[in-house]
Every structure is written in C-alpha cells, then in structure tokens.
C-alpha cells in the first residue's frame, strides 16, 4: 500500500484563499471610499484644499470624476473577486494599481488620507498577487 505524499503547497491554499479575500474585501471597501470621495468633490464640498502650483492640475471636481468611476470599478472587480476566477485578481491588481497612482496624485488635495489609500491600495495588490496559481482561490 502506497500513502499519497501531500505536497508542500498544499498547506498554503486555505492563507491564499483568505488573503484573496481579504484583498477583495479591501477592494470594495476602496472602492466604496473612492464613490464617497467622488461625490464628495463633484458636489463641490469645502472639504478638500485647493493647491494653485500643483504640476498635475485638475479642478477637484475633475479629480471627483476620476476617483467616481474608478471606485465603482473597484467595487465591482472587489465583488466579483468572490467567484475566484484568475481575470478578477488580475483586473483588481490592474484597478488597485490605478487607485494608488491616483492618489498619489491627488497627495496636495488630501495629503493623510491619500497616504492612508496608497498603503491600502499596495497591501491590495499584494494579497492578490501572494495567491498560487494551484491554491482554490485561484481559478
């Protein structure tokens, strides 16, 4: 009689199942947050500094526009991240990167919270990178 020899990345795919969903969980949230910043800025609140000398110049509602759709895209690549299919983890990669590069830009609007996001958006990125292509949360 022969034993199966379990392999060694076996033991990994209940931490990559949950990494990837926490990362989901963290997408829709961002996601959830950059509608909230959105709106936020397309209603013209008095909640955000306006920079003059910015090299990057957009209006703040113009900024409004950018974090509006692409929070509503965070948040239905966040949900369908839930499915574990490949293409949700690499568009949530693909968005959250996005995200983080916007709110880079936007550091002169909201200098703690766009700091706060980019640290978010970088641990998003890694949870849905860490996962191995033969853990269940990968297919």
């Not at 700091?115 to 890694?126: E, Q, R, T």
Request: some cysteine; hydrophobic content about 60%; overall charge positive.
């Amino acid at each position: 009689m022969t034993q199966a020899v379990k392999h060694p990345a076996h033991n990994y795919e209940p931490l990559a199942t949950g990494v990837v969903t926490f990362g989901a969980v963290m997408l829709v949230i961002g996601g959830v947050l950059g509608i909230f910043r959105g709106i936020m800025a397309v209603a013209k609140d008095n909640v955000f500094v306006s920079t003059p000398d910015y090299v990057f110049r957009f209006d703040v509602s113009g900024w409004g526009w950018i974090h509006l759709i692409l929070g509503f895209i965070a948040f239905a690549v966040g949900l369908s991240l839930f499915k574990a299919r490949l293409w949700a983890r690499i568009a949530g990669v693909a968005i959250a990167g996005l995200l983080l590069v916007t709110s880079f830009l936007s550091l002169p609007y909201y200098p703690v919270w766009s700091v706060v996001l980019i640290a978010m958006y970088g641990f998003i990125i890694w949870a849905l990178c860490v996962a191995r292509p033969g853990a269940s949360g990968a297919r």
